[in-house]
């Protein structure tokens, strides 16, 4: 007897495979499923918010496993609709980030991924909320917003890309003045993190534990432009909190006021807010990841 289905999701746009490539990932999922016993079921995603639209389903359906092929966006949009479920995602990373599955440990190579979505065990992890906004790697406000927002126009991904933007943005951008708990500071970037980086081994807060109830905040002061390299250095080697540019606190819930409506990142995804105030708080123990 065929084990309770599983539903797998492709995003066509994310990363740099063809489209031709990602249907072979597909055909090698559904092969995969059907020896560990599932009963599997592959779509294509064909607009923002369809992979939480599929995965709602996929839980009303009673199926045991999501598995979402695609980048940060794809994972974040599928594992919003499997929040305090007993559907577990699974993480297929292709995307330019892949933040949580590089933090998880999750294979980076597509099919080895696959083996572990299908044959892996479900493990509980936090997820944040920031407004009504769920993320599970990191959110915030300030310099990686401001890139996150240009880095969307771009017509190529990647780190290279990604690297190009944000240096280009560095010279120009300017800190702001935000209210965090009612106390004035001026930051250059202020980053809540569930997770311990942003994606490419990116690692804004290098102690964060994704199951221990709590986020990560990560103040970036305003600094000297020389010592940049150095910073970026850090960032890459998982000692940014040792900078003393740098501030990081642990928190469960936080209240964050700009002097303006907020431009934020979720996930690395970026959204304008309507409102110069956020609340940002952890959500234990609640998405079931499959590890």
Known sequence: MARTDLLILVN???????????????????????EAGFTPEAVLTERAGHATELSRSAVQAGMSRVLAIGGDGTINETA????????????????????LARHLGVPLQPRQAIQRAVNGKPVLIDSGLLNEHTFFCA?????????AHLFAKQPIRGLMS???????????????????????????????????????NAWIAPKANIADGW???????PFPKQVIGKLAWRLFNKTLDQSPHVVTNRFQTLTIKGEKPLSIHIDGEPIELKTDS????????????IL
């Open 12 to 34: 066509p746009l994310s990363g740099t495979a063809s489209i031709g490539a990602k249907k072979q990932l597909i055909d090698y999922a559904i092969k995969q499923a059907k």
């Open 80 to 99: 919003s609709a499997l929040l305090h479920r007993p559907t577990a995602l699974g993480i297929v990373p292709l995307g330019s980030g892949n933040g």
């Open 139 to 147: 959110a915030g406000t300030g310099f990686e917003a401001h890139v």
């Open 162 to 200: 990604y690297l190009r933007v944000a240096y280009g943005a560095f010279w120009r951008y300017q800190p702001e003045r935000y209210w965090i708990n009612g106390e004035e500071q001026t930051l250059f970037s202020l980053t809540v993190a569930n997770a311990g980086q942003f994606g490419n």
């Open 215 to 221: 986020l990560d905040l990560c103040q970036l002061k």
């Open 278 to 289: 956020i609340s940002v708080k952890v959500v234990p123990s609640s998405l079931l990841v």
